[in-house]
Structure formats: structure tokens, C-alpha cells
């Protein structure tokens, strides 16, 4: 069985005063090999601990993950993640950045050189190989975290607001480039976002999330992804399906917020 | 009114005739000097000859008369008391000249002071930093790794090194003593202890600051756990490091002077305690500005070492 599978995963976090958080209650969701998933949710429904569980950082309380039928127990190198900033290492320079995961696994630095040369090219730093991080911009930074997690091969890309950090115009841009590696690698992508958008452009399955506990509330199917490989993401969002599909789960999104909010008085 | 270590000879006068004749004094500079003007006099004060007026004033016991550039007083026996004006200069046993100093320093550094040169002096004592701050760093950056690594570490030495880093250095000079004398051992032993909390704490908090995306994305690009601490663990502790590299290094300095003055053979403090011993006081002048220009160089020295090697410090 190929693809990511999440079986049944609750997540609760002890608090120090003795009580406890349901970061996620039950979910369950199956992803094919390739496909790309954007999860949207308001602040605290528990996308960055799913991730997290998928990636292996954190040990769910209940149900398992399963790549291509084996257990996740663990972080490893087949499940490549892409923080949204400061997980570069700064006492390397670019290229030493990009070659971490090869040069881990024992793989020569001169041997490695032909793919992160090639994978800076793909993502437009050629010029900047030696250069530190520190002097880089944050756009061409992230650049350098998804080189670096893809010259590992990866076969599944974890992202939390990868783009986060980053301005309309280059966040613009590194959108396109995102669909365009999916495209070319063919990789299993999960990408959380906090922008309707972004969720709506890069994702071929898209998953709303709720919060309290953290569960699956809505799934799309998305036309926009594909369409938008090799295109002019600003076109795709001229479609009327697009603006339907943004004001619907703007509203959805919106009533949880609400939702919290009116909680947390009653509660006050 | 002559000068510091200048002979005079007083000059001749005339004595002039009458029972008081005239009589002549030379006063070294910032001195006083007894005149006592009936040596001369067929009159003295054994047969009841007195002064009354001084200048056409009248002068007694206890109140000076101001005869322009100098005071003059009447002593209990009846001499009189010169006091030439200092204006506002200074003896040179508080504040030497500049000039003396300088001269100083070129007589010490050739011929040296109490049996060593000035370059062995102020060598020694810093040889004495680096020996004591070498072995501070050696233990006290694993004890910090150990800390910043293992909780159960953490719970036994986190009381001892919080503890012992606010104790000043200098407090434990007596205790140390006890243990192993003021000599090489105990000056050793004293700056190793400066030292030690001071590294431990700094890599403590190299180790613990490190973000935990960077631990996480270094695990998920297959990292083993040997490799993290290698590859991540260690270089992001390193500004940290040489932050409190750079402080020990200025306590170890403090201390080391101190501990020089309570006792020792040679060193920068040890010349400037004997030199104020002997109330040389341009030999402690020049001894407390080389001490600062050391300092100082000590602490230029670790920043550029800080930005030839950690380039990356605090730009992550
Ligand atoms: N280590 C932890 N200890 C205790 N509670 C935690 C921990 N991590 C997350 N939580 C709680 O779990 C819930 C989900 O957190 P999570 O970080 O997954 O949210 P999120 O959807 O990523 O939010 P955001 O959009 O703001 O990033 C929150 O209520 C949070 O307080
Ligand atoms: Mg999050």
C-alpha cells in the first residue's frame, strides 16, 4: 500500500496544573502517493501537532501513521520537513545547507555536489552557493529549506507555514514554485497554511480543520493546483469557482473563530 | 625654595649689625622648615628674645601670617614655622608627572623591577589567566553540555553553579589559601574556579537555546543523534561560548591582579603592591594602565576572535 495514511490520531497534551488539552480527536485521513493537501484551520485546532505526529516529533495517544504501510515511529529522512523560519543552520553556508541530509547519510560532500548544485539551480540561488544565511533574504532563505529538504529525496514534504514570513510578491513566487516542484517530483506534499488562498492554489485536496477538539471539519476537491502548474497563479484566482470557493470557507472559518470567541466569554 | 633632590647653597648675605641679625632658609618644595632665627643672634630665646611681628604684623601662637608666596607660623618655642604656597600642584608621591611615568616605564621595562622585567611581570600574569581560564573552560563547558543535555545533571549541578557564579572570585582568595597556599597551585586553583561557573553557565545556555526547528529539521533530514549534537548542538552553542569566554577571561584578569597582591613573587599586581610599598607611586600609576590597556586588549582580542569564527552570532 503506497501513500501516507493517518489512522485514527488523538493527541492530548498533560498542562503542568493536572488538567489536559485535546489537541485532536479522531482523525483520519488517507493521502496517495503525490498528491498535494493544504490544511487550513483557525489558530489552534492542531494542524502544527498533526504535522508534527506525522513527521514523528510527537507520539500520538491514540492511532498510528502509516507511510506506505510502515509504522511511523520516529523522525526520519523519508518525510522532509520545511519550517515557516530559523531551522536553517547559520553556521553553514548555502550549499552546506542544501548537502546536510546527503552528507548525514554518509554521502561525499564532492558526490553530493552535482544535485544541491542542480537543486539551488532549480530554485533560482545559483548565485548565492557559498553564500551564509544570514545573508540572504527571507524569501531566498526558504528557497534554501525546501532545496535542503529536497536533496534528500524525501517521500513525503511536511510544510508549516512555509511561506508565512514572507511578503505578497515573493510569497507569490515561491507559491508557483512549490506547484511546480510538486509537479516535477511527484512528491506527497502536506502544506498547512493560515491563508485562504495560498490553501486554495496549493492544494489538490484541501482540508478545513476544527478546533476543540482539533478534527477534520470539511474536505475540497481543487481544480487549482493543477491548473495552476505553469501558469499565472493571479489568472486562476479570476475564477468564479475560485472566488465561490474562497468566500465559502472564508465564512466557515470565520463562524469558528466566532464560535471561540463567544466560548471563551461564556467561559470568562 | 629649591626642588625635589636639588642641592643649594644657602647664599651669602649680609649679616647686617644689632642684636637680631638677618638669617637666610632654603625650603624643599612641598616641605616646611623651622627657622630658627636666634642661632646667629646675641639675643636668643633662652634670654627671652621673642618675635612679635612678622611683614609689620603682629603674629602669635596658633595663627600664620600670609607673607605672599608663603605662610609663616609661630611654633611653641618660640621659632618660626616656613610655609611656602603649594598653589595647586601636587606632590609627586600622589600624582607623578606624566613625564616621570613615562620615564619610569622605559627604566622598568629595561632594567626591570624587583628582579624581573616589566615584560615578565605583566607576561606572567597573564600566563596565569590563560593556564587558570583553560582549565575553567575544559571543565566548565562539558559540565554545561552535561546541564544543557541531561535533566539529571541539570537537577544536581544547577544549584552549585547558580550559587557559586554570583560569589565573587576574590571571597574565595582565604579559602583557597587554606587549601593550597598563595602560590602558583592556589593562583591556579582561584582562576579555574573564576573561570568555571562562568563557562558552565554560558554553555548551558548555548546548548538549551538552540531551536527546537533546528533539532527537528536536522532529525527529519536523517540526522542520528550523535550527528545533531555534532553538527547543531555544539556549533549553535558557540556564540554563547565565547560570550562567556570573553567574560571569564575579564573576571580571570580582575582576579588574577588581586590575587597578585595579596601575595606572590612576580606579576602585574604584585609590582604595584610593592611599588606602593615604597611609596613609588609612578611604578603603580604605570602598573594600574598597563593593567587597564590589557584588559582592554583581552577583550578586543576575544571579539575579533568572535567575529573571525562565530560570523554567525546573533543572526539566527
Ligand atoms: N507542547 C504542548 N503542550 C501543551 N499544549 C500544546 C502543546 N502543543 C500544542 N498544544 C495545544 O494544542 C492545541 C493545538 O496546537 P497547534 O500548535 O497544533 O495549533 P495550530 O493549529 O498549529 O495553531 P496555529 O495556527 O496558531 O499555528 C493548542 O490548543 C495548543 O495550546
Ligand atoms: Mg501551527
Redesign the pocket.
Known amino acids: 500500500m503506497s501513500g501516507l495514511s493517518i489512522q485514527n490520531i488523538s493527541?492530548s497534551?498533560?498542562?503542568p496544573n493536572g488538567g489536559s488539552?485535546q489537541?485532536?480527536k479522531d482523525v483520519t485521513l488517507n493521502l496517495k502517493a503525490g498528491e498535494l493537501l493544504s490544511v487550513l484551520?483557525?489558530?489552534?485546532?492542531?494542524?502544527?501537532?498533526?504535522?508534527?505526529i506525522v513527521a514523528g516529533f510527537?507520539v500520538p495517544t491514540k492511532g498510528e501513521i502509516l507511510l506506505h504501510g510502515n509504522k511511523v515511529t520516529g523522525p526520519s529522512a523519508e518525510r522532509g520537513m520545511v519550517f515557516q523560519q530559523g531551522a536553517l543552520f547559520e553556521w553553514m553556508n548555502v550549499r552546506e545547507n542544501v548537502g546536510f541530509g546527503p552528507r548525514m547519510k554518509g554521502v561525499s560532500t564532492a558526490r553530493a555536489r552535482e544535485k544541491v548544485d542542480h537543486l539551488l539551480d532549480v530554485v533560482g540561488l545559483q548565485d548565492f552557493k557559498e553564500k551564509a544565511i544570514y545573508e540572504l533574504s527571507g524569501g531566498m532563505q526558504q528557497r534554501v529549506a525546501l532545496a535542503r529538504c529536497l536533496a534528500n529525496d524525501p517521500d513525503v514534504i511536511l510544510m508549516?507555514?512555509p511561506l508565512g514570513a514572507l511578503d505578497a510578491l515573493t510569497r507569490e513566487k515561491m507559491q508557483s514554485l512549490v506547484l511546480n516542484l510538486w509537479k516535477e517530483t511527484g512528491k506527497t506534499i502536506v502544506l498547512?497554511t493560515?491563508s485562504v488562498e495560498e490553501a486554495l492554489l496549493l492544494g489538490e485536496r484541501l482540508l478545513v480543520?476544527a478546533?476543540?477538539p482539533?478534527r477534520i471539519h470539511k474536505e475540497y476537491r481543487l481544480p487549482f493546483a493543477d491548473l495552476g502548474v505553469d501558469a499565472d497563479l493571479r489568472e486562476i484566482k479570476k475564477h468564479d469557482d475560485y472566488g465561490d470557493k474562497r468566500e465559502e470557507i472564508l465564512e466557515m472559518i470565520w463562524n469558528m473563530e466566532e464560535e471561540i470567541m463567544g466560548r471563551t466569554e461564556v467561559a470568562g | 625654595m629649591h626642588g625635589t633632590g636639588v642641592e643649594v647653597t644657602l647664599p651669602e648675605i649680609e649679616s647686617g649689625s644689632g642684636f637680631a641679625k638677618n638669617d637666610v632658609l632654603a625650603v624643599k618644595a612641598y616641605r616646611t622648615k623651622l627657622l630658627k632665627w636666634d642661632a646667629n643672634d646675641s639675643e636668643t630665646r633662652k634670654g627671652g628674645a621673642k618675635i612679635v611681628a612678622v611683614n609689620g604684623q603682629l603674629i602669635v601662637f596658633g595663627t600664620d601670617v600670609d607673607a605672599g608666596d608663603l605662610k609663616i607660623a609661630l611654633t611653641q618655642k618660640g621659632t618660626l614655622n616656613v610655609k611656602p604656597n603649594k598653589g595647586i600642584q601636587m606632590e609627586p608621591i600622589w600624582l607623578p608627572a606624566p613625564e616621570d611615568v613615562w620615564n619610569r616605564l622605559k627604566e622598568i621595562s629595561t632594567s626591570g623591577f624587583k628582579n624581573y622585567t616589566l615584560a615578565e611581570h605583566l607576561g606572567f600574569s597573564l600566563f596565569r589567566v590563560v593556564i587558570g581560564f583553560f582549565l575553567g573552560a575544559l571543565v566548565g563547558i562539558p559540565l554545561g553540555y552535561a546541564m544543557g543535555l541531561s535533566d539529571w545533571f541539570r537537577g544536581w549541578f544547577d544549584p552549585i553553579v547558580e550559587f557559586m557564579r554570583p560569589v565573587p572570585p576574590l571571597a574565595l582568595i582565604p579559602l583557597v589559601i587554606i587549601w593550597a597556599g598563595i602560590g602558583e597551585v592556589g593562583k591556579t586553583i582561584l582562576l579555574f574556579l573564576a573561570a568555571l561557573w562562568i563557562m558552565a553557565i554560558a554553555s548551558r545556555a548555548g546548548v538549551s537555546g538552540v531551536r527546537i526547528s533546528k533539532v527537528h529539521a536536522a532529525y527529519s533530514l536523517g540526522a542520528s543523534k550523535w550527528q545533531i549534537m555534532r553538527y547543531v548542538i555544539v556549533p549553535n552553542s558557540l556564540p554563547e561560548i565565547f560570550t562567556g569566554a570573553r567574560v571569564a577571561m575579564g573576571v580571570c584578569w580582575g582576579t588574577v591582579v588581586a590575587a597578585e597582591l595579596v601575595a606572590a613573587e612576580k606579576g602585574a599586581g604584585m609590582m604595584i603592591m610593592v611599588a606602593s610599598k615604597f611609596q613609588q607611586t609612578d611604578i603603580v600609576i604605570l602598573g594600574i594602565i598597563l593593567i587597564g590597556i590589557i584588559g582592554f586588549g583581552i577583550d578586543m582580542l576575544m571579539r575579533w576572535a568572535e567575529r573571525i569564527l562565530v560570523p554567525w552570532k546573533g543572526r539566527g
Do not use: Q
Open positions: 493527541m497534551f498533560d498542562l488539552v489537541a485532536l484551520g483557525p489558530s489552534g485546532c492542531g494542524k502544527t501537532t498533526l504535522l508534527n510527537l508549516d507555514e498547512i493560515h480543520m478546533p476543540r482539533g
